[in-house]
């Protein structure tokens, strides 16, 4: 079981609060992440539900029972950091077998989660060797089988990838995909980058100053997003947002359109621009575009290969079934 509940947490260090007020459910089982850019309170808002900070209000639940008093250890969550934290002279067994050692399991059922988790990371042929006669991407498994053996009704991971070089990080965000459908435990994810969050998890919680800005899906939240900071976050490349009245007949302050939502056109079509700076991917071409209707550029993808010179005069047609309107306050008009 792992159904964690917030019920009103707010957060404060002396007179700041960093987190606000907030309410949150995570369902048994769910690949939940905690997506912002550095220093809106993911860390912290992990922590009290890890127990590692005391709540300044509100209660957190944990499978239907008050866990907001009780200490970390005995919550039954697993927290796998940046930092493996790993001790360099111990073995990766005993590494991995070190929480049971402290509670006292007797050996057999040690080595039988060990060697369970072992296999579960592709660790079997490591385990005598020590931390440093590992790879990082190794290092970062034996840290999660720490975790695994203790079979937590939750993990929580904070930024477990960061230490990794990008290729690196790709391959292990596909490992904690998989591992979370093999063990099907609930797993709370926190990272600044919007790519992993789209691809690894059930639910988003899009975070941006201690305040929650959406929960959703993946998809809900790249579809709907509620508000500017939202849409602008969720999405690469960013979702162009244009101002202005000129651009919009529903008296929407701010239009939004991705860059894989507008036609690009040598011939006709509804903004008139110049193409600036070509990006090419060979799966997809982006296209920085300078136009009447917006400050900066738009930028357009374009699927494939598609060769426009830098200077030409080209049209722009967003598709209107995919525009977003929002108020003066940011906020979606639906
Ligand atoms: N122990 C602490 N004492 C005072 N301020 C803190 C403490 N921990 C975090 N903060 C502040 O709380 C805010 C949120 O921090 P954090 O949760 O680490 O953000 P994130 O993980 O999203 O980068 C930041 O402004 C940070 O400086
Ligand atoms: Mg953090």
Partial sequence: MGQIQLNHVSKSFGSVEVIRPLDLSIEDGEFVVFVG????????????????EDVTDGEIMIDGKDATGIVPAKRGLAMVFQSYALYPHMSVRKNIAFPLRMAGLDKAEQDRRVNDAARVLN????LDRRPGQLSGGQRQRVAIGR???REPAAFL???PLSNLDAALRVGMRLEISELHKRLATTMIYVTHDQVEA????DKIVVLQAGVIEQVGSPLELYRRPRNIFVAGFIGSP???LIGGPEADRHKAV??????EHIEISEEAGAWEGTVGVSEHLGSDTFFHIQTAVANGPITVRAQGELGLQYGQTVYLSPRAEHLHRFDSKGLRIQ
């Avoid at 309170?41 to 539900?49: A, E, F, P, V």
């Fill in 254 to 259: 701010t239009i939004g359109i991705r860059p």
């Fill in 157 to 159: 991971f904070d930024e």
């Fill in 123 to 126: 660790l079997t042929d490591y």
């Fill in 198 to 201: 789209m691809t690894m998890a």
């Fill in 238 to 240: 960013k979702m162009n």
């Fill in 37 to 52: 850019p550095s220093g809106c309170g993911k860390s912290t808002l992990l922590r009290l539900i890890a127990g590692l």
């Fill in 147 to 149: 975790a695994i053996v």
